[in-house]
C-alpha cells in the first residue's frame, strides 16, 4: 500500500510562484509514473502535469503549460510541483497521484493512489 502526503502551496499574489510536493511511502518500489492534478471549486477534477518513473519524460496540461514544472527524486520518492506566474485562475485543491502504469498520463481513472489535497490561493 502507498500513502501520499502533500505539503507546500498556501497563498500567493498574482505573478507569484509556489511550491508543491508529494512524498510517497509504503510500497515504493513500484515503477509507475505520479501526477498533479487541481480541482477548482464548481469545477471537475483536471490534469495539471504528469512525470514518468525515472522523471526522464514529462507532460504538462494547457493551463499550466509554460508556468509550471514538475520534477521527480527518485530516491526521495519525492514529486515536486513548481508553479511561476500564478493567477486567480490557478486557486484551486491540488492533488498528487500515482498512476498503475510507468507511462505519463493525463486520465484521472489512470490514477489509483491519491494525496490528501493542497489548497492553492491566488490573490490580484
Known amino acids: 500500500q502507498v500513502q501520499l502526503v502533500e505539503s507546500g502551496g498556501g497563498s500567493a499574489q498574482a505573478g507569484g510562484s509556489l511550491k508543491l510536493s508529494c512524498v510517497a511511502s509504503?510500497?515504493?518500489?513500484?515503477?509507475?509514473?505520479m501526477a498533479w492534478f487541481r480541482q477548482r471549486s464548481g469545477k471537475e477534477r483536471e490534469f495539471v502535469a504528469a512525470?514518468?518513473?525515472?522523471?526522464?519524460?514529462?507532460r504538462i496540461g494547457d493551463s499550466a503549460r509554460g508556468r509550471f514544472t514538475i520534477s521527480r527524486v527518485t530516491a526521495t520518492n519525492t514529486i515536486t510541483l513548481h508553479m511561476d506566474f500564478l493567477g486567480p485562475e490557478d486557486r484551486a485543491v491540488y492533488y498528487c497521484?500515482?498512476?498503475?502504469?510507468?507511462?505519463?498520463?493525463?486520465?484521472?481513472?489512470?490514477?489509483?493512489?491519491w494525496g490528501q489535497g493542497s489548497q492553492v490561493t491566488v490573490s490580484s
Open positions: 512525470i514518468g518513473w525515472s522523471g526522464a519524460s514529462t
Open positions: 509504503g510500497r515504493t518500489d513500484r515503477r509507475y509514473s
Open positions: 497521484a500515482e498512476a498503475f502504469r510507468e507511462s505519463t498520463s493525463e486520465d484521472s481513472e489512470d490514477h489509483a493512489v
